[in-house]
Each structure stands twice: as structure tokens, then as C-alpha cells.
Nanobody, 117 residues
Framework: VQLQASGGGLVQAGGSLRLSCRAS?????????MGWYRQAPGKERELVAS???????NYGDAVRGRFSISRDVPRKMVSLQMDDLEPGDTAVYYC???????????WGQGTQVTVSS
């Protein structure tokens, strides 16, 4: 399985960005959960948001109310709409998939999001 993320960049505080991730390959897998994590310099990787096949969502406390996750199950895509961005959102954002069987976990290569004050 390969995860290709796009949409990162530089934005001013209060602005918006939209990240997208497309999965390819892995026809033997069922993608159960798709989501986004982020890692800022010197910090641990943390959950941003995740979404199940039936649309149930989970958000990290720091982004709840500002970010919105969605997915296109047939196209194996997940998107993250990020609004009202803050400098604290600056990080490398990673696409993540948990697939069955075996609850295999896959990671994308990461895309940089930088929010200037």
C-alpha cells in the first residue's frame, strides 16, 4: 500500500489548507480507518483526526472544531480541511491507514504545514 499526500504549504494564522491522501495498491486489504497524524519538531507524533468506513470521526483535542476530516471509500481517499490555522499547527502531517486483515498500519511520507503568525 502506498499513501500519497498533498496539499501542505505555508499559510498565515487564521488561514485554511486542505490536505488530501490517496491510497494505491493493497487490493487484498480493507481500509478500515483512515486518518492524519502530525509531528512538530521536538514533539511526539499525535492524532489529528481519523474516520472509519461508516463515517465515524475522532479528533485530537487541539483541532476539534477547526478541522474536518472526510473520506471517499471507493476512491481510497481521505481529506482534512484545516480552518482557522494557528502557529501551533505547524508540523509534518502524515496520512495513516489501518487495514484488515491483520490490522496492518500504513503511513504516508508526510507533508509540511507551516503557519506563520
Amino acid at each position: 500500500v502506498q499513501l500519497q499526500a498533498s496539499g501542505g504549504g505555508l499559510v498565515q494564522a487564521g488561514g485554511s489548507l486542505r490536505l488530501s491522501c490517496r491510497a494505491s495498491g493493497g487490493n487484498m486489504f480493507r481500509f478500515n480507518v483512515m486518518g492524519w497524524y502530525r509531528q512538530a519538531p521536538g514533539k511526539e507524533r499525535e492524532l489529528v483526526a481519523s474516520i472509519t468506513r461508516d463515517g465515524s470521526t475522532n479528533y485530537g483535542d487541539a483541532v476539534r472544531g477547526r478541522f474536518s476530516i472526510s473520506r471517499d471509500v471507493p476512491r481510497k481517499m481521505v481529506s482534512l480541511q484545516m480552518d482557522d490555522l494557528e502557529p501551533g499547527d505547524t508540523a509534518v502531517y502524515y496520512c495513516n491507514v489501518i487495514a484488515s486483515p491483520w490490522e496492518r498500519e500504513f503511513w504516508g511520507q508526510g507533508t509540511q504545514v507551516t503557519v506563520s503568525s
